[in-house]
């Protein structure tokens, strides 16, 4: 299913934070240690109206896939262009599991998802079941007032792992990195570390989980009315 995935969920929360920053610095840092809190979806408070117009963007797409996750409908494909926005504190935490810093603003991506419904039909019905997405690539801008706007981009492959229709592992396999010297270089060391030790990837199970609990229960009036 951020920004590295800014990831599956991601892709999934691309398919997809606080009031104001401050606030979400302050709850970021009274959280115990550990604590992986929400990093890929959304923030537990009001979100921005930018936020708020790409979460109502991506309604369509939500729909569709909770309607596949929670079917047996397997034909065709799902394909989607996202949008996301994850604020600096987002990323800071995110890239900081791997001891890695996060000095810039926060990013704008875009994806195009594309998810064949029998995949997910089958993560959810199969004792055991591997989801193995396409590589993907994921576009995104940094603005700055002072330096306007830094774009970059990275492939992932994500693949997550099901139990009983629970996801209990996955694996982002980070590809190709396209981005200035900085940015590159943070990137390249959090997701070089990631495909050897999965300490991002973590992210990927959450988010996952939430979103075919969660964030499919908002929206099951919809995707159950067109089954």
């Not at 993907?136 to 009983?164: R, Y």
């Amino acid at each position: 299913m951020k920004p590295v995935t800014v990831l599956l969920a991601s892709m999934l929360s691309l398919l997809p934070l606080l009031p104001a920053e401050q606030a979400a610095a302050e709850t970021a840092a009274t959280k115990p240690a550990g604590d992986s809190g929400s990093v890929l979806g959304d923030p537990d408070g009001p979100l921005t109206p930018e936020e708020k117009a790409e979460k109502d963007a991506r309604q369509a797409c939500k729909i569709d896939l909770c309607r596949a996750f929670h079917s047996k409908e397997s034909t065709g494909d799902i394909a989607c262009h996202v949008i996301k926005s994850w604020r600096k504190e987002q990323l800071v935490k995110l890239v900081g599991k791997v001891k890695v810093s996060w000095p810039y603003e926060g990013a704008h991506c875009s994806t195009d998802l594309n998810i064949k419904r029998g995949d997910l039909v089958k993560a959810m019905s199969e004792p055991k079941a591997e989801l193995q997405l396409a590589q993907h690539k994921v576009v995104c801008s940094i603005a700055s007032d002072k330096q306007g706007a830094t774009d970059f981009s990275f492939e992932l492959a994500p693949k997550v792992f099901f139990e009983n229709g629970k996801a209990v592992k996955a694996e982002a396999h980070w590809g190709k990195i396209e981005a200035p010297t900085l940015i590159k270089s943070a990137l390249w060391t959090a997701t070089a570390a990631d495909n050897t030790v999965n300490i991002l990837s973590g992210s990927i199970v959450e988010e996952v989980n939430t979103f075919i609990g969660k964030r499919c229960d908002e929206v099951k009036d919809q995707w159950a009315a067109k089954q």
